[in-house]
């Protein structure tokens, strides 16, 4: 069995632990204080949808699926930033990632952490709609809520009321680039984020 340095992927496996503790900025002006929105719950399902975006555009799952994973592991050091922030403070992404990746003993993590940031390949168009498409669900859940900014971003401003009466001024869609993800993306906007649990209920205990 080589020889790797086991000290470096503890360290490492000690950083990821941290992203469940930074919470996403966006927080700031959709004017809500979910907690549960995290770097990590976020990369979850970031991974989780990027897993069925790949099986449906007949991508590499595991490329497409690593890439989601670790798509925003840099912000362990940069912090999140909304796009107001951006405005104002300039990451060092690429820096973190020479550093942060870089000196693990698995080269290939950098390689297709890298590959995710040039959005060349197949697997990084799915990846990156993967991303867009955890913000639309997160969108409708605070929609569901009665977050009127959240329905703001989903709709626009002048389609608001019709977008959701009439499933029309989907927003969000416009930047996914993969079929799968806008016909996803589509079922997303209409379907009330209760649905899943309804045939489930019962009154009865087994």
């Not at 929609?143 to 989903?154: D, I, M, P, R, T």
Request: aromatic share 10%; glycine share 4%; hydrophobic share 35%.
């Amino acid at each position: 069995m080589e020889n790797f340095d086991q000290k470096k992927i503890a360290n490492f496996l000690f950083e990821v632990g941290t992203m469940r503790k930074l919470p996403r900025m966006h927080r700031q002006t959709l004017l809500t204080d979910d907690m549960s929105d995290n770097i990590a719950t976020h990369s979850y399902r970031v991974a989780i949808i990027a897993w069925f975006l790949s099986k449906m555009e007949e991508t590499d799952p595991y490329k497409t699926l690593m890439m989601a994973l670790f798509h925003d592991m840099a912000e362990v050091r940069t912090g999140d930033h909304n796009w107001i922030h951006k405005r104002y403070v300039r990451e060092y992404e690429d820096d973190v990632r020479d550093e942060q990746l870089g000196s693990l003993p698995f080269p290939e993590i950098k390689e297709l952490a890298d590959e995710y940031e040039k959005r060349e390949s197949e697997e990084a168009i799915v990846a990156k709609d993967a991303d867009l498409l955890d913000k639309v669900l997160l969108l409708r859940e605070y929609e569901w809520q009665g977050n009127k900014e959240a329905s703001v971003w989903l709709h626009g401003k002048k389609n608001e009321e019709l977008g959701r009466k009439a499933g029309a001024g989907n927003r969000q869609l416009e930047r996914l680039q993969t079929d799968s993800a806008k016909k996803l993306g589509k079922d997303i906007y209409e379907t009330p984020p209760s649905d899943w649990w309804n045939n489930l209920w019962t009154d009865e205990n087994k």
